[in-house]
C-alpha cells in the first residue's frame, strides 16, 4: 500500500539520457558527413591543409 510518497521503484526504466546521447551522437556524425561532402563538391581546389582546418573548426563548433 502506498504511503504517499513517490516511489521510484515502480516507474518502468527508461535510457533517457543514453538514448539522447546517441541521438546527440548520430546527428554529429551526419553533419560531419555533410561537411565532408560539401567539401569535396564545393573546394574541390583547395589543399588539403585548409581543408583539414576547416574541418577542425567545424568540429569545434559542434562541440560547444
Given amino acids: 500500500m502506498s504511503d504517499g510518497h513517490f516511489n521510484k521503484q515502480f516507474l518502468p526504466k527508461t535510457e533517457l539520457a543514453s538514448g ?3 541521438g546527440k551522437a548520430q546527428m554529429k556524425a551526419k553533419a560531419e ?10 573546394m574541390k581546389n583547395e ?7 576547416m574541418k577542425e573548426l567545424f568540429s569545434d563548433l559542434l562541440r560547444q
Fill in 20 to 22: 539522447l546521447r546517441a
Fill in 33 to 42: 558527413q555533410a561537411f565532408d561532402y560539401v567539401m569535396d563538391e564545393m
Fill in 47 to 53: 589543399s588539403v591543409e585548409k581543408k583539414k582546418a
